[in-house]
Nanobody, 119 residues
Framework: QVQLQESGPGLVKPSQTLSLTCTVS??????????WNWVRQSPGKGLEWIGY???????YHSPALKSRTSMSRDTSSNSFSLQLTSVTPEDTALYYC???????????WGQGTQVTVSS
């Protein structure tokens, strides 16, 4: 059974950098043709895709957030991470990691971690 678990601080101050990690079990993040996504949902809004890191370590970012995001991975711990710089209260959201397939569908999701941006 594939499981994903997000971790990170629940509270971040404005202008700081948000760092989240997703630890994966039951599957390897280097397995061909899987994409490891970050998605968020702000209060009262729909899901917003942030970006992914693929099985080769290549990354692709949402154009809306590209200037503020970076992603990395640690194959030794089978985890991948998201950094979002210069956060504002508008970045307050429930952040999810998810495994994506070539079809574009996400088949496994983490439970989500709430991040609040506030001074």
């Amino acid at each position: 059974q594939v499981q994903l678990q997000e971790s990170g601080p629940g509270l971040v101050k404005p202008s700081q950098t948000l760092s989240l990690t997703c630890t994966v079990s039951g599957a390897s993040i280097t397995t061909n043709h899987y994409y490891w996504n970050w998605v968020r949902q702000s209060p009262g809004k729909g899901l917003e895709w942030i970006g992914y890191i693929d099985w080769l370590g290549a990354t692709y970012h949402s154009p809306a957030l590209k200037s503020r995001t970076s992603m990395s991975r640690d194959t030794s711990s089978n985890s991948f991470s998201l950094q979002l710089t210069s956060v504002t209260p508008e970045d307050t959201a429930l952040y999810y990691c998810a495994r994506g397939q070539r079809s574009g569908d996400n088949d496994y999701w983490g439970q989500g971690t709430q991040v609040t941006v506030s001074s």
